[in-house]
């Protein structure tokens, strides 16, 4: 049972930025790791690059607290209505583990977590210029 002192607030989405794929003949990818710089396969051009997710965690005090997404069938879809889709899997977190207690938080337990992850896409598939969205659950676990 969840406490319900505890919660999480967006400050930053998780976003992949604009990106062209020149060749996608093979899956293709992209990886944000949480608190670095997006970097995809030569195969793809960054126009402008994505940046990782920032999650404000609060009250838990001093609970060691650990981190993760079920990627199974995460995927981000055409906004427009297409039908293109990306996959979204190895989510990563910064810090991966957490004893609030022991880490340099701030008062009452409140931590940033960063979040990245990597964007697959599926070979052969042809994606429309076009704002691809999707949604993912933060599971945290104390």
């Given at each position: 049972?969840?406490?319900?002192?505890?919660?999480?607030?967006?400050?930053?989405?998780?976003?992949?930025?604009?990106?062209?794929?020149?060749?996608?003949?093979?899956?293709?990818?992209?990886?944000?790791?949480?608190?670095?710089?997006?970097?995809?396969?030569?195969?793809?051009?960054?126009?402008?690059?994505?940046?990782?997710?920032?999650?404000?965690?609060?009250?838990?005090?001093?609970?060691?607290?650990?981190f993760s997404v079920d990627?199974?069938?995460?995927?981000?879809?055409?906004?427009?209505?297409?039908?293109?889709?990306?996959?979204?899997?190895?989510?990563?977190?910064?810090?991966?583990?957490?004893?609030i207690g022991t880490q340099?938080?701030?008062?009452?337990?409140?931590?940033?977590?960063?979040?990245?992850?990597?964007?697959?896409?599926?070979?052969?598939?042809?994606?429309?210029?076009?704002?691809?969205?999707?949604?993912?659950?933060?599971?945290v676990n104390y």
């Amino acid at each position: 049972v969840a406490d319900p002192s505890c919660n999480g607030v967006e400050v930053e989405p998780l976003f992949f930025g604009q990106i062209v794929i020149t060749d996608n003949s093979a899956m293709r990818s992209c990886t944000i790791p949480a608190g670095a710089t997006m970097t995809c396969d030569a195969q793809i051009t960054i126009l402008n690059p994505g940046q990782f997710g920032v999650f404000q965690l609060s009250g838990y005090g001093t609970t060691a607290v650990w981190f993760s997404v079920d990627d199974a069938g995460t995927t981000m879809t055409d906004a427009d209505g297409g039908t293109d889709v990306f996959d979204i899997k190895n989510f990563t977190f910064a810090p991966a583990y957490v004893d609030i207690g022991t880490q340099q938080a701030l008062p009452g337990g409140t931590l940033m977590l960063k979040i990245g992850a990597t964007l697959q896409t599926r070979a052969g598939e042809t994606y429309d210029i076009a704002p691809y969205h999707g949604t993912f659950s933060l599971q945290v676990n104390y």
